[in-house]
């Protein structure tokens, strides 16, 4: 694969990128640490945020327990250099932790330290993943705001589709985001992706100024749900099955892509909205 690596962003701040949807279930986890194994062997290394406070899962992605999480950092009891964890060639992981609590009532010293820590880590990594968790809460509209490149997955259920104009339209009323690269999962085939995408950009074209982008097609595939029985990556266990090559070429996509050139895209930036220092 022809993929840049380091060096080619200008003033190098990473790309940061979420995996969101409206409706739980849809396969946020499960896409976002295989497309974190697509990229790494792309060469990019990837840093994977699990944003999914309270129910993170990441970790367990990649057949591993987090022993610490971002709710020791935030208790104060942990900085973020002793919670990164490697959890595959090129990809560390922020593990998200079991109890819910609040980046935004840290107090102000804690979000100082916090930014300080992130800032020594801005040039080890070239794409930032953050996984979310399902709906349209606190949490989640501020972590989707934070980033460069928002990722709404999609499946064929109907409610997946009403579940992911209702987010769209509220990141667009909140959060003023226009630009939406959309993935569709579980889909019998190619036909059926590209039908979902048109029936949401339909009656998102009626209702909202905001452009929708086609980022990925994934197939509906045994292998994958067998890989993720046996904790493991459908991209290592089945690399040739039709869910990871559709995940790759997501990979190939979002290397490939333009990026904005926003100032959105750097990990302090992420940062100072999740803590609201911004
Ligand atoms: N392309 C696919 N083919 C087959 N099964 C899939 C596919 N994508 C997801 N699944 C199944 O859906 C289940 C849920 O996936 P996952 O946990 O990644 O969803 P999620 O969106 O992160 O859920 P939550 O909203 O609860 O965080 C997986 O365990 C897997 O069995
Ligand atoms: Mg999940």
């Not at 079991?98 to 800032?119: E, H, P, R, V």
């Not at 968790?133 to 409610?159: K, Q, R, W, Y």
């Not at 589709?161 to 889909?187: M, S």
Request: proline share 4%; hydrophobic share 45%.
């Amino acid at each position: 694969m022809m993929l840049s690596t380091t060096g080619s962003a200008p003033a190098f701040a990473p790309r940061v990128i979420s995996l969101t949807s409206g409706k739980g279930g849809v396969g946020k986890s499960t896409l976002t640490a295989n497309l974190a194994l697509e990229l790494a062997r792309a060469g990019q290394r990837v840093l994977l945020i699990d944003g999914d406070f309270g129910m993170a899962n990441l970790d367990v992605m990649f057949g591993l327990r987090a022993r610490q999480s971002l709710h020791e950092v935030v208790q104060g009891e942990a900085l973020i250099q002793d919670i990164l964890m490697p959890v595959s060639e090129n990809i560390t992981l922020i593990p998200g932790g079991s109890g819910i609590y609040d980046l935004q009532k840290l107090t102000a010293i804690a979000k100082q330290t916090l930014l300080d820590q992130i800032s020594q880590l801005e040039e080890s990594f070239d794409v930032v993943l953050v996984d979310t968790a399902p709906g349209i809460t606190d949490n989640v509209l501020f972590l989707n705001s934070a980033v460069e490149e928002i990722h709404v997955v999609l499946t064929p259920d109907p409610s997946s589709l009403t579940d992911a104009y209702a987010l769209i339209k509220t990141l667009h009323l909140k959060a003023r985001e226009n630009r939406f690269q959309i993935i569709c999962n579980q889909v019998r085939d190619q036909q059926d992706g590209e039908r979902i995408f048109n029936r949401l950009e339909n009656v998102v074209a009626r209702f909202l100024p905001v452009r929708l982008e086609m980022a990925g097609i994934i197939p509906m595939d045994p292998h994958l749900r067998q890989a993720v029985r046996s904790q493991q990556l459908v991209g290592r266990a089945q690399p040739q099955s039709e869910s990871a090559e559709a995940i790759r070429a997501l990979a190939r996509e979002i290397v490939q892509r333009q990026r904005l050139g926003e100032c959105k895209g750097s990990l302090q930036f992420f940062w100072r909205q999740m803590v609201g220092a911004a």
